[in-house]
């Protein structure tokens, strides 16, 4: 479901209040995004996915969906039929975190580079994108994170500035969706076109002030009650 930022349910503002208190905290404290980093704060996110499986409807349907779509790139469902009409089939595009969305941008865009974190996902991937025949459409990065609690600033840095070398203004879509997403937000810079878009994944746990600091007057914001999907078209 599509939602107004002014529409969303109580339980869902406290939701997000309550994780963007914690990574913020945990970003000044520690240079980590705690929910994703922590080993305790990981372990707590799966038990409660793991309850939510159990008793949400909203958890039910989405994993259903899933389900019955192996190919739909793991964002809020009806995102995705949104994104699919922006697509145009000459787009070229840049991905932190690459996956099931890898190929199935590389079906509708004319390129899309990727880059990823986790080796043994990236040699998955690849091989993937072999079965699949559309290698020749990704360039499938690794910017390697050894360990998902114990990283380095420079392996940060070397994740995060992959986009470096990307030429200003080339890219007609940016998705934020693995390692560091609030450092890979602020190191975006000129890289999109405007009108361009960008797909932030799980954007329930990024900091308000940082979402409406990129927010255009077209931006759009889809929520199921477990996670949350952002869309901006680029100024």
Excluded at 5 to 15: A, D, E, P, Y
Excluded at 126 to 155: C, D, G, M, P, Y
Aim: hydrophobic residues 40%; charged residues 25%; glycine residues 6%.
């Amino acid at each position: 479901m599509f939602l107004s930022r002014r529409n969303k349910s109580i339980w869902w503002t406290l939701k997000r209040f309550v994780f963007s208190i914690l990574v913020h905290t945990s970003n000044r404290l520690f240079g980590k995004e705690i929910i994703h980093r922590s080993p305790l704060a990981g372990r707590i996110n799966k038990l409660y996915l793991d309850l939510a499986e159990k008793v949400s409807p909203a958890r039910r349907r989405q994993l259903r969906f899933h389900r019955e779509n192996p190919n739909a790139p793991w964002f809020v469902p009806a995102a995705i039929p949104y994104i699919e009409r922006e697509l145009r089939s000459n787009f070229k595009g840049f991905e932190w975190g690459c996956g099931r969305s890898t190929i199935w941008f590389a079906h509708r865009v004319s390129h899309i580079t990727s880059v990823e974190g986790r080796r043994k996902w990236f040699e998955e991937v690849s091989r993937q994108l072999l079965s699949n025949q559309i290698k020749a459409q990704v360039a499938l990065q690794l910017a390697e994170v050894t360990n998902e609690h114990n990283f380095s600033q420079a392996e940060i840095e070397r994740y995060v500035g992959a986009i470096d070398v990307i030429t200003d203004g080339s890219l007609d879509f940016i998705v934020v969706d693995g390692h560091f997403r609030e450092a890979c937000l602020r190191r975006i810079g000129k890289k999109l076109r405007s009108g361009g878009l960008l797909i932030i994944d799980n954007s329930e746990v990024l900091p308000q002030s940082l979402l409406d600091s990129l927010s255009s007057s077209n931006t759009k914001v889809w929520n199921n009650g477990i996670w949350e999907t952002t869309i901006i078209h680029w100024n």
